[in-house]
């Protein structure tokens, strides 16, 4: 383990602990917000672990979040089978609302800790850094300028991002984090060799999944996997195939009742047409650009 990386993350937390209130550690279950639990322990800095359930988590993952000490659990208002029923499409990798709904609630006006990488995408590596306030970019770029700190504005202008640790980024941290979304990310730089070997260091067993071979811990039937590991998914847990296409079934009543039209195109006949579709095996691959301009013509 690289253990000045290790000793950095450390101090990350120590220089942007908050004065008044704990932390708000965001904790999904994988292996990196195991890191980044272990490592407030190790900082000794006050924190709250949370978990958002997103009610299509694996049992595995339910399980082993429990085990947590101390964790806070949340549950949605809408699980993710009203939710398809109440947007009238399935989550897709372009419309991915479930996560905003189920997955990253919670914590406003908290700073909060995450177990963010740049190694998970190029997208993370584009928009995350060791400090990212997101919204109200223009005020938050206004008080960074004017405390003297080093920082970007996020590639989709939604927030700024800053990578020192220093009085002036804490400055705006203070400053900002009541009224924006503010992310402490201390392993923000780290490899998955670097997670791995300090979660076998620290002892920690980690989610029985990576166990079975799994790379990710997401929701069963997550859309931001391939086609070929949502199809696993519905192989190991049938149940929750069998959920979503009940669910499908009343999204396609949900749409004919609010009068959108059922297009030759598409012919969703049922659920299981829907799940198809939703997994990559219907050869017409409608997009929900399609839908979406085929909800706009009924609207019309
Ligand atoms: S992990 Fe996947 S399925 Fe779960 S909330 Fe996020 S995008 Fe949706």
């Not at 859309?223 to 696993?232: E, I, N, T, V």
Request: proline share 5%.
């Amino acid at each position: 383990m690289d253990t000045d990386k290790e000793k950095r993350a450390i101090e990350y937390l120590r220089t942007f602990e908050p004065q008044t209130e704990p932390y708000y550690l965001c904790y999904s279950g994988g292996k990196d917000s195991d890191c980044v639990r272990i490592l407030a322990a190790l900082a000794g800095v006050k924190h709250e672990i949370w978990h958002n359930h997103t009610t299509a988590d694996a049992p595995e993952t339910v399980y082993y979040v429990r085990s947590i000490p101390g964790i806070h659990i949340s549950y949605p208002e809408r699980t993710m089978w009203q939710l398809i029923v109440d947007e009238m499409f399935p989550p897709t990798r372009q419309a991915r609302y479930c996560c905003a709904k189920l997955k990253e609630r919670g914590g406003r006006g908290r700073v909060k800790i995450t177990g963010v990488r740049w190694a998970e995408s190029k997208n993370r590596r584009d928009n995350a850094g060791l400090v990212r306030i997101n919204g109200k970019p223009k005020k938050s770029a206004k008080t960074a300028a004017d405390a003297g700190a080093k920082f970007m504005i996020s590639p989709k202008e939604n927030g700024i991002i800053m990578n020192n640790d220093n009085a002036e980024t804490r400055k705006v941290v203070e400053m900002c984090y009541r009224t924006t979304s503010t992310t402490i990310n201390p392993i923000v730089d780290w490899t998955d060799a670097d997670v791995w070997e300090f979660l076998h260091h620290y002892g920690c067993a980690s989610n029985p999944l990576y166990q079975c071979g799994r790379k990710r811990i997401g929701c069963i039937g997550c859309p931001l996997q391939s086609d070929a590991g949502m199809k696993r998914d519905f192989q190991e847990y049938p149940k929750y195939r069998q959920m979503y296409v009940h669910a499908f079934d009343r999204m396609i009543a949900a749409r004919e009742a609010a009068g959108r039209i059922k297009p030759k195109e598409i012919e969703w006949t049922d659920g299981e047409h829907v799940m198809r579709w939703w997994v990559g095996d219907d050869a017409r691959q409608i997009t929900v650009d399609d839908i979406n301009a085929i909800d706009a013509l009924d609207h019309n």
